[in-house]
């Protein structure tokens, strides 16, 4: 990581995982903390530390996922979420739900509660549970776990015949 000493500080992405994105090659556990991002690299650590281990995406190891499943009693399928079309004239939800895969964070889908529910666990996705109507706040958070999710709730949104 000698390479890395010199990057200026706004390069260095600092953020929190709670176990469902990244392990360390050296424990080959499944890593819950903080961390940094320096370009493509993901480093263990609150701060930046040029001797802080680095970290490897669940979502390029296949097998780390089984790992990571078997760990945590989470079944892993091959089944996909289905899409789920809300319907803001005649809802009265006072959530709404949103998943993505973390090999394509850029497919987004709407999905029902239940859905979000059996998903939710599945280290091969990020899923979002949001307020609505959506509280600004919320969003910009999983605006950071799903990134385009809000270009994405502002392309679905079709107005009913009462707007």
């Known amino acids: 990581m000698s390479d890395l000493i010199n990057i200026p500080s706004n390069s260095i992405t600092f953020n929190y995982t709670i176990g469902k994105d990244f392990f360390n090659p050296a424990t080959m556990r499944p890593y819950i903390g903080y961390y940094y991002q320096i370009g ?14 680095e970290l490897k995406r669940l979502s390029e ?29 005649t809802s009265t939800a006072k959530f709404r739900y949103f998943i993505a895969e973390i090999s394509n964070k850029s497919l ?25 109507p959506f509280i600004e706040e919320q969003l910009n958070e999983a605006e950071k776990q799903i990134p385009g999710i809000r270009t994405f709730i502002n392309t679905i949104y079709v107005p009913g015949p009462t707007d």
Do not use: C, H, W
């Open 40 to 53: 493509n690299r993901v480093f263990a650590g609150r701060t930046f530390d040029p001797n802080a281990p």
């Open 61 to 89: 190891f296949p097998i780390m996922n089984q790992v990571y499943a078997k760990l945590n009693n989470t079944p892993l399928t091959d089944e996909k979420p289905q899409s789920y079309y809300f319907n803001k004239v």
């Open 108 to 132: 987004i889908k709407e999905i029902t509660e239940e859905t979000y529910t059996r998903f939710k666990t599945n280290p091969a996705f990020i899923s979002v549970r949001l307020d609505y």
